[in-house]
Antibody
Framework: EVQMVQSGAEVKTPGESLKISCKGSGYIFTNYWIGWVRQMPGRGLEWMGIIFPRDSDTRYSPSFQGHVTISADKSINTAYLQWSSLKASDTAMYYC??????????????WGQGSLVTVSS | EIVMTQSPAILSVSPGERATLSCRASSSVGSYVAWYQQKPGQAPRLLIYAASARATGIPARFSGSGSGTEFTLTISSLQSEDFAVYYCQQYNNWPPITFGPGTKVDIK
């Protein structure tokens, strides 16, 4: 059974750093991309970026480039999303999702449960 | 960047009725569209990919159609568990990948 399991909720103050995780199981981790999606409170889905764990090929949405870093450790089947300096506007639910992506396809077939990040002074 | 729009924003439907949700792309995306369902407090779930292919385990009452810039998700006979928010997503010439703003299907 394919599962994407994310790290738990975080409460941080502005300026702090944070790294959240997403562990894939039940499939060959290095054969699929892992995407990250933001959902601000009461809002829709925003694609942040995506990584191919086999070679760490990473692509970012222009809206998030430079604000977050996506990485992966294929030895432990885990992808990461990190911030060096959080802002209150980073408060949101963050989802990881598996992407059976190729040159002409990139949708998300299995999703993590979400990691709620709250940034408040 | 391709912008996805969805209409209506809210669709009120009675159980057992048909629901038709629309998604429009700002330029042609071929058939590279997926649809997701999201219930309150849950992660999104993939329903449809490649505009019309049902994902694993998705009931036959869900169907997708369209190509180019106009896409439709149809729920043939709404069940109580289908009341949710539905998002379309395009992935033509990704990146970037973009989602529509969503359509909320609620009980009439």
């Amino acid at each position: 059974e394919v599962q994407m399991v994310q790290s738990g909720a975080e409460v941080k103050t502005p300026g702090e750093s944070l790294k959240i995780s997403c562990k894939g199981s039940g499939y060959i981790f290095t054969n699929y991309w892992i995407g990250w999606v933001r959902q601000m409170p009461g809002r829709g889905l925003e694609w942040m970026g995506i990584i191919f764990p086999r070679d760490s090929d990473t692509r970012y949405s222009p809206s998030f480039q430079g604000h977050v870093t996506i990485s992966a450790d294929k030895s432990i089947n885990t992808a990461y999303l990190q911030w060096s300096s959080l802002k209150a506007s980073d408060t949101a639910m963050y989802y990881c999702a598996r992407g059976p992506c190729g040159s002409t396809t990139c949708y998300f077939d299995y999703w993590g449960q979400g990691s709620l990040v709250t940034v408040s002074s | 960047e391709i912008v996805m729009t969805q209409s209506p924003a809210i669709l009120s439907v009675s159980p057992g009725e048909r629901a038709t949700l629309s998604c429009r792309a700002s330029s042609s995306v071929g058939s590279y569209v997926a649809w997701y369902q999201q219930k309150p407090g849950q992660a999104p779930r993939l329903l449809i990919y490649a505009a019309s292919a049902r994902a694993t385990g998705i009931p036959a009452r869900f169907s997708g159609s369209g190509s180019g810039t106009e896409f439709t998700l149809t729920i043939s006979s709404l069940q109580s568990e289908d009341f949710a928010v539905y998002y379309c997503q395009q992935y033509n010439n990704w990146p970037p990948i973009t989602f529509g703003p969503g359509t909320k299907v609620d009980i009439k």
